[in-house]
């Protein structure tokens, strides 16, 4: 994963218009980001968030039980090629918001459409910023190599050069699927029993995948619990969470 920018962005002044209301100008569609250059970044800053290169425990040692079930996972993974759930975690390698989310349209029973819950993207899309502020001190200090470089085989999607060259251990993914899932199980407790399922998959997609080991992924379920912790003592996340969780209770009353 690319690191986002901590620069100040418009996209908070465009979202601030269109949740002022703007009463004497037609309503219009919010405006999003378009990909990590203008993404929004998180609602933590480096004092304030964990740093998962102290709270993880280092990935499994070279030769230990560990690796070799990582190892053997990654094999026996490799025969799914060809399958439906080959092709979810083909699918599920995506991470970009403020698309994304819509990983669990089917746990929530409605279609995520960022249009129509603009606070609950910026939301979930500000979250992708703290996974990076959170996880990246941990992917450098172990920089353990994905399975795929160390002995390579297919994966179910064509990995991009910098992927071979990131850290395996925590897995990203796993982590800011973990968070998402937590946060909307919250907003929508009556579906959490799928919400939560869809979570874990969408980490185990990336162990499928071939681009990292059962471990790096138990490891990403733990920075994910530990953002949205560190979230939840936050005002300004708290705020937010209120009205997205507003936005998607009229959406799931309304139906759409």
């Known amino acids: 994963m690319m690191n986002l920018p901590n620069a100040p962005l418009l996209v908070g002044a465009a979202f601030a218009l269109v ?17 990590f250059r ?6 933590l800053d480096e004092g304030s968030a964990p740093n998962a290169a102290n709270f993880l425990p280092p990935p499994p040692r070279p030769g230990s039980l560990r690796e070799q079930d990582d190892i ?3 094999r026996a993974t490799r ?11 083909a699918a599920d390698n995506e991470i970009e918001t403020p698309s994304a989310p819509r ?21 979930l899309g500000r979250m992708l910023g703290d996974l990076e502020t959170i996880q990246t001190p941990a992917k450098r200090n172990y920089f353990r190599p994905r399975p795929f470089v160390v002995e390579p085989a297919e994966t179910c999607f064509q990995p991009e050069p910098w992927l071979g060259t990131s850290g395996s251990y925590p897995s990203g993914h796993a982590a800011l699927g973990w968070a998402w899932a937590l946060v909307l199980a919250e907003m ?14 969408y980490g185990e997609s990336r162990m499928i995948c071939g681009v990292h080991y059962a471990s790096d992924v138990e490891a990403g379920r733990i920075v994910g619990a530990a953002i949205v912790a560190a979230l939840k003592a936050d005002p300004e996340f708290q705020a937010d969470f209120t009205i997205a969780a507003e936005e998607l209770a009229e959406a799931r009353r309304t139906g759409r």
Do not use: N
């Open 19 to 35: 949740l002022a209301g703007c009463a004497a100008a037609p309503a219009r569609d919010p405006i999003f980001w378009t990909g």
């Open 38 to 43: 203008d993404h929004p970044h998180g609602y």
């Open 72 to 74: 053997a996972v990654y």
């Open 79 to 89: 025969a799914l090629k060809g399958t439906p759930r080959w092709a979810q975690a």
């Open 103 to 123: 990983i669990f349209d089917k746990a929530l029973g409605i279609a995520f459409v960022p249009e129509r819950m603009p606070t609950l993207t910026l939301l």
């Open 188 to 201: 929508a407790p009556d579906r959490a029993d799928a919400l939560l399922s869809r979570g874990v998959a």
